[in-house]
């Protein structure tokens, strides 16, 4: 596993978008969640309106993460989705490069998932409390900078 040091930046996702079907970029990092045997890649969405991290229930259960009891949480339009916490060990990944973050809470979502091919959306709470995260919309990249170095994850 490789230290970034203070700052890694991450070059915008290509994607395909479910309802245009039109080619976007989108501010999505690679992580590797869970370990060993039980750990898997997939594209996160780095999304600073989302108090949250989410991640599909497909996922979580090829995680075979253990899941709390099931809850409501409120998404922006008024309306709420189906949710069950649980927690997940996740690493940043950029190219042969790793770096930890520990464990975090991650909300599994029970209802139909429709992300564009994302399985896990980043939400400001816990990650946003560990890097400045400035969003460079013109050059379509997306910064990670260490902030709290006390901050430790569950």
């Known amino acids: 596993m490789t230290d970034f040091g203070k700052k890694i930046t991450f070059k915008y996702k290509k994607v395909i ?3 245009t079907r039109k080619l976007s970029e989108i501010p999505a990092i690679t992580l590797v969640l869970g370990e060993g045997e039980n750990s898997f ?21 090829e995680l075979r993460l253990i899941l709390g009891e099931e809850e409501k949480a409120e998404v922006p339009g008024g309306y709420s989705i189906r949710i069950k916490p649980a927690k997940v060990k996740i690493k940043l990944k950029k190219g042969i490069n790793i770096i930890s973050l520990g464990t975090i809470r991650i909300a599994v979502c029970l209802d139909p998932w429709e992300e564009d091919g994302l399985e896990v959306i980043l939400g400001r709470n816990q ?10 919309q013109y050059k379509k ?3 990670f900078e260490k902030v709290n170095q006390k901050w430790r994850p569950y």
């Open 141 to 143: 990249q997306v910064t």
């Open 17 to 19: 978008d479910a309802e």
């Open 127 to 136: 990650i946003f409390d560990m890097f400045k995260i400035p969003f460079e």
């Open 41 to 61: 890649e997939s594209n996160a969405l780095i999304d600073s309106g989302s108090d949250i991290s989410l991640i599909s229930e497909d996922l979580a259960n």
